[in-house]
């Protein structure tokens, strides 16, 4: 069970005034989240312009990791990112600074070829699955054990469908007798239910500016750091049940 850092995803520059949109910045970002008790991270590097990029991941591994030595370090493979099938197997076949690890979303059509190519890469394989027919998706993969883990990530922001998607997907994966770890993490309303829910069922779980801004009060967070740690108190606290 671990609190992984989400530190920026695909936030605008307006979302929050200490999001990091550069390499240094997520360094030294990344690195106060590990201090406050992540025990990884996940990173979407940025261009000079500021926008997502799998062609930055380079760098910004690399920035992250003299910085925060030691701590698994992953990104995001979205297919919006580089909005093209090509580019983005391209841009990952071209990687220099591996990542430790890469998320990938059964809802996108080449999640598969993805899959395959990072595990040719060495980079380990965070099957994300949104909804049940993601998962069931997943499942139906000859190679679906093949991974770091799974990823549930319910951005419904009614909490009670919400609720019911992520046990769907559980249900499924219980089913085919899945047993790679998960984590689980909401977005915006839900985040800090789904802290709550991964910490109750021994998952690991993920918070920081890429899923939401506020804490468990409502409050504007400082910033990730501070998000992570509330998050690590709420994993530190006694189990219910």
């Known amino acids: 069970m671990i609190v992984q850092a989400c530190i920026n995803g695909a936030r605008p520059r307006d979302f929050h005034p200490k999001l990091p949109l550069d390499a240094q910045a997520m360094a030294s970002d990344a690195a ?12 979407h590097p940025r261009g000079a312009d500021g926008r997502e990029s799998l062609g930055a991941v380079d760098a910004t591994v690399l920035a992250v990791r003299l910085i925060c030595p030691g701590t698994l370090v992953g990104v995001s493979t979205g297919a919006w990112i580089e909005d ?3 580019r983005t197997r391209a841009a990952i076949a071209g990687w220099r600074e591996l990542p430790d690890y890469a998320s990938v979303n059964l809802s996108e059509a080449d999640a598969p070829a993805v899959m395959e190519l990072l595990r040719q890469r060495g980079v380990g394989v965070e099957a994300g699955l949104a909804t049940t027919v993601d998962a069931e998706r997943f499942v139906a993969l ?3 054990n093949r991974v770091l883990r799974i990823l549930i990530e319910i951005d419904i922001q009614d909490l009670s469908k919400a609720l019911d998607e ?3 997907i559980a249900a499924v994966l219980e089913r085919a007798e899945m047993r790679r770890p ?4 909401g977005v915006d309303a839900t985040v800090w ?3 709550e829910l ?7 779980t993920r918070v920081g500016l890429e899923d939401g801004g506020t804490l468990a009060d409502g409050t504007m967070a400082k910033d990730n750091a501070e998000i992570v740690a509330a998050a690590a108190a709420v994993f530190r606290s006694a189990h219910v049940g």
Request: include cysteine; hydrophobic fraction near 50%; charge should be negative.
């Open 32 to 43: 106060a989240c590990v201090a406050a008790g992540a025990g990884e991270l996940h990173i």
């Open 166 to 168: 992520a046990h769907g």
């Open 193 to 195: 239910s789904f802290v």
């Open 142 to 144: 000859a190679d679906h």
């Open 84 to 86: 093209d099938v090509a």
């Open 198 to 204: 991964a910490h109750q069922k021994r998952w690991s």
């Open 182 to 185: 998960i984590l689980l993490h």
